[in-house]
């Protein structure tokens, strides 16, 4: 097994977003995933299911820039949340976020933003349609196999390479016929890429609440049946 730290990636996903009204500065526009891991919920332990808040900031702030800061506030005020560099889409033009998965629901998202602000942040006034949306991290995984990667800071999470770039639509039908099975139990996957040394591999993420090496060679194995043979989507098609 390989031990890969600190490595600069993305995951890309559509969710379902709302506006939020409440608890943040005035005039500001911050986004909340409305459902988390839709159809997992209630099978999911409630400490593994945290807030997610995307903060539309006026510039494109570096990821280390919002990893310094979010340290720096959680050190200081003793809070638990992750905030990373992200992006909403809409019409093909990117926004700028910082999204912020909080666990502490009494630590309100206002305060959140005060700090950023502290720290040479600023908020956008800009109000916008949603549609899709990717954040840009650090991973720390573990290999397991050829081509499959546990993170190891998310005991639910993994990661395997696909052969070259895939078009979301295709992945986002290829991923409604392999619901269908049974078999492969319920499990939420999104798009993704890692940036290792000179190398860009392109992944699926997926998250499986009994994740294990063979549960997902076997999710992989579908994927990549249906990628390299896409005609066979239009038989029995759902």
Known sequence: MRSLDRIYGCIYKKEFLTTVEKNIL?????????????????????????????????????????????????????????????????AGEAHPVIRIKLFDKSFLIKDIQNLFIEYGFEM???????????????????????????????????YFRLPSQVEWDLFE??????????????????????????????????????RNLDSIDLLKQDYLTYLNKPELLNLNAV
């Open 124 to 158: 956008s006034t800009n109000r916008f349609l949603i549609k899709e949306r990717g954040v840009i991290k650090y991973f720390s995984l573990e290999e397991v196999g050829k081509g499959v990667y546990f993170d190891k800071k998310t005991p639910e999470l993994a």
């Open 173 to 210: 039908e290829i991923t409604k016929r392999i619901k269908v099975n049974v078999a492969l139990g319920d499990f939420d996957t999104a798009l993704g890429a890692f940036h290792i040394g000179e190398n860009t591999e392109y992944i699926i993420r997926v998250l499986k609440l009994q």
């Open 26 to 90: 005035p005039g500001s526009f911050v986004l909340k995933i409305w459902k988390p891991f839709h159809g997992l919920q209630d099978k999911m332990p409630m400490r593994n299911i945290p807030d997610f808040y995307f903060m539309v900031m006026k510039d494109d702030y570096p990821l280390d820039d919002i990893i310094v800061a979010s340290d720096r506030i959680k050190l200081k005020y003793d809070q638990i949340f992750d905030a990373v560099k992200g992006n909403i889409y809409v």
